[in-house]
T-cell receptor, first 110, second 112 residues
Framework: DAGITQSPRHKVTETGTPVTLRCHQTENHRYMYWYRQDPGHGLRLIHY???????DKGEVSDGYSVSRSKTEDFLLTLESATSSQTSVYFCAISGAHEQFFGPGTRLTVL | KQEVTQIPAALSVPEGENLVLNCSFTDSAIYNLQWFRQDPGKGLTSLLL?????REQTSGRLNASLDKSSGRSTLYIAASQPGDSATYLCAVPTSGTYKYIFGTGTRLKVLA
């Protein structure tokens, strides 16, 4: 399995609080992705990174920001969490084509 | 805009059957297509990656084909087993980018 970890694995927070999720890889892959998965919507891209400090928006980027200050870490921040951001968040990495996924973070916003 | 459809949404078959899962996409200008498996409560596991220059990829009892001109890919599972029960998803990149669009998956149940 590709070396990808996500932290925390579970989090419960309250509306309006900031939340940061971390994705860490040991594969030295160039591309990193944040997705959310919701019933009825499947997997949707939030943001992705194509290198250190290089990021781009996905289809559901509103309310989220990302940062990548080094190759191995990709952070996803919810500036002010809302109940609609309750979801399972997956990080993925890719060297060029094949994507490998982390175990996911279950986030509940009350 | 790239759209990905997977039919059927759910499938239940007896053990031992050969089966085909379908993935359709609207923009044929793709450079690859990837099939994944997801078990309940788990992350996605990569099954097969097909490059645009390939027509098929095989791994064990799995065979994936790609027809770019018709915007279709199929995942063939031979001699299905209860352990194959999972949700199967396909993903394709949007044109000219490394952003991927996923289908909503086919939920497979193989009955013993």
């Amino acid at each position: 399995d590709a070396g990808i970890t996500q932290s925390p694995r579970h989090k419960v927070t309250e509306t309006g609080t900031p939340v940061t999720l971390r994705c860490h890889q040991t594969e030295n892959h160039r591309y990193m992705y944040w997705y959310r998965q919701d019933p009825g919507h499947g997997l949707r891209l939030i943001h992705y990174s194509y290198g250190v400090k290089d990021t781009d928006k996905g289809e559901v980027s509103d309310g989220y920001s990302v940062s990548r200050s080094k190759t191995e870490d990709f952070l996803l921040t919810l500036e002010s969490a809302t109940s609609s951001q309750t979801s399972v968040y997956f990080c993925a990495i890719s060297g060029a084509h094949e994507q490998f996924f982390g175990p996911g973070t279950r986030l509940t916003v009350l | 805009k790239q759209e990905v459809t997977q039919i059927p949404a759910a499938l239940s078959v007896p053990e031992g059957e050969n089966l085909v899962l379908n993935c359709s996409f609207t923009d044929s200008a793709i450079y690859n297509l990837q099939w994944f498996r997801q078990d309940p409560g788990k992350g996605l596991t990569s099954l097969l990656l097909i490059q645009s220059s390939q027509r098929e990829q095989t791994s064990g009892r799995l065979n994936a084909s790609l027809d770019k001109s018709s915007g279709r890919s199929t995942l063939y599972i031979a001699a299905s087993q209860p352990g194959d029960s999972a949700t199967y998803l396909c993903a394709v990149p949007t044109s000219g980018t490394y952003k991927y669009i996923f289908g909503t998956g086919t939920r497979l149940k193989v009955l013993a």
